[in-house]
C-alpha cells in the first residue's frame, strides 16, 4: 500500500501544479492558507527575537550612562542572552522527557519573552535588564528548536525552500522594526522600548494561544525529534 502522508503535509502532486505555473503571491508559492499560517508561526520567534536584538545591542551604551553603569555591567547586559540560549538548549529535549507537551514548551517560551520585557517597562534596572536577557533567551531557545522542527515535518519537500524564503522575508521585518528601536529610545527612553517589546511579546503570546494553525503542531504518533508529545 502507498506510504501515509504525515498529518498537515501536502502531497507532491498537490505541490507539482503549483511550481509550474509560475506562482507570484506568497500563498500560490505554499499552496494553501494553513501552510502560510505554519510559516507564519515558525517566524514568530526569529521576527521578536530581532526587535528584543534592536532593543538591546545598540542602546546598550545609552543605557549604561542612563542607569550609571560601568563597562563591565554594560557588557555583561549585552551578553547576558548568551547563557540563556545555552539554558534553553540545553533544557529543551529534557523537558520534553519529563512529558511537558510542545503546547506547554512554546506557551512557557512566549511568556519567558514577554513578561521580563515588562518589568523592565515598569522597573528599568541593570538586574531586570539581565534578567530579560537571560530569560528572553530561554525561552526563544524553546521556540525556536520545536517551530522549526515543526515546520519541516508539515510541510512538503518540493515547496520547504520556497517556506523558508517566505519565512526569511517575515524575520527581516523583525529586523527592520528593530531598527525603530532607538527612535523609541529619544521618544519615551527604557520604559518606552520594553513596553514596545513587552506588547510584541503578548501579541506572539495571544497568537500561538489562539490562532496558530492545530496542524503545525499535529504528529502522527511517532515520536517528536526531542521526544515529547505533540498537541493538537
Known amino acids: 500500500s502507498p506510504a501515509r502522508e504525515p498529518p498537515g503535509r501536502a502531497s507532491m502532486a498537490e505541490a507539482r501544479p503549483i511550481l509550474s505555473k509560475g506562482p507570484r503571491t ?33 542602546l546598550a551604551p545609552f543605557y549604561g550612562k542612563e542607569l550609571g553603569l560601568t563597562a563591565v555591567q554594560t557588557a555583561t547586559l549585552v551578553a547576558a542572552i548568551q547563557p540563556g540560549f545555552i539554558l534553553g538548549y540545553g533544557s529543551f529535549a529534557m523537558l520534553s522527557d519529563w512529558g511537558f ?9 512566549a511568556s519567558l519573552c514577554t513578561f ?3 518589568i523592565v517597562a515598569v522597573w528599568p534596572t541593570f538586574f531586570s535588564l539581565v534578567l530579560f536577557q537571560v ?14 522542527g515543526a515546520l519541516f515535518r508539515v510541510t512538503d519537500p518540493a515547496i520547504f525552500g520556497r517556506a523558508l524564503g517566505i519565512m526569511s522575508i517575515l524575520v527581516v521585518s523583525g ?16 520604559p ?15 497568537y500561538l494561544s489562539c490562532c ?12 517528536a525529534a526531542a ?3 505533540w498537541y493538537a
Open 175 to 190: 529586523i527592520l522594526f528593530g531598527l525603530l528601536m532607538p527612535v523609541f529610545y529619544a521618544a519615551g527612553g527604557i
Open 192 to 206: 518606552l522600548v520594553f513596553a514596545v517589546v513587552g506588547g510584541l511579546g503578548l501579541v506572539m503570546l495571544l
Open 212 to 223: 496558530a494553525p492545530a496542524r503545525m503542531f499535529k504528529h502522527d504518533g511517532v515520536a
Open 26 to 58: 506568497w500563498l500560490e508559492m505554499v499552496g494553501d492558507p494553513v501552510t502560510m499560517g505554519n510559516i507564519v508561526t515558525a517566524a514568530w520567534p526569529q521576527v521578536y527575537y530581532n526587535v528584543a536584538l534592536g532593543a538591546v545591542v545598540p
Open 135 to 148: 530569560l528572553q533567551g530561554i525561552g526563544l531557545a524553546w521556540m525556536m528548536s520545536s517551530m522549526q
Open 101 to 109: 507537551s510542545t503546547r506547554t514548551i512554546n506557551l512557557s517560551g
Open 116 to 118: 521580563p520585557a515588562i
Open 227 to 229: 521526544g515529547g508529545p
